[in-house]
């Protein structure tokens, strides 16, 4: 079983960064691809960003490339996502998410486990 917890995040006004944070618990050594997705109010989820720990091969949605980075500790057990130039279109909720097997990339739909979310506001 696995359990993510997301912290991080908070309001900040346009051209702001925040970096994000996932501690992933339980069993995690079957888990080949992490990501963050996120939902602005009354709109679908949208992918972000993911990471491949195995390879280390990240992919980023074209909106957040230049400004969001994906990383890990993976002696911490931690996922983050760095966030800088932060703009009104970057509000929502942010999730982290994970899966087993299968491919890595940004689509929500095929990822396994979900944190609660983090809210970052940006006004």
């Known amino acids: 079983h696995v359990q993510l917890v997301e912290s991080g995040g908070g309001s900040v006004q346009p051209g702001g960064s925040l970096t994000l944070s996932c501690v992933v618990n339980?069993?995690?050594?079957?888990?080949?691809?992490m990501g963050w997705f996120r939902q602005p109010t009354g709109k679908d989820y949208e992918g972000v960003a993911s990471?491949?720990?195995?390879?280390?091969?990240?992919n980023y949605a074209d909106f957040v490339k230049g400004r969001f980075t994906i990383s890990r500790d993976s002696a911490k057990k931690t996922l983050y996502l760095r966030m800088n130039r932060l703009n009104t279109e970057d509000t929502g909720r942010y999730y982290c998410?994970?899966?087993?097997?299968?491919?890595?990339?940004?689509?929500?739909?095929?990822?396994?486990?979900w944190g609660q979310g983090t809210q970052v506001t940006v006004s």
């Open positions: 990471l491949d720990p195995f390879h280390g091969a990240t």
């Open positions: 998410a994970a899966k087993g097997a299968g491919g890595c990339g940004i689509d929500p739909l095929i990822f396994d486990y």
């Open positions: 339980g069993t995690t050594t079957s888990l080949n691809c």
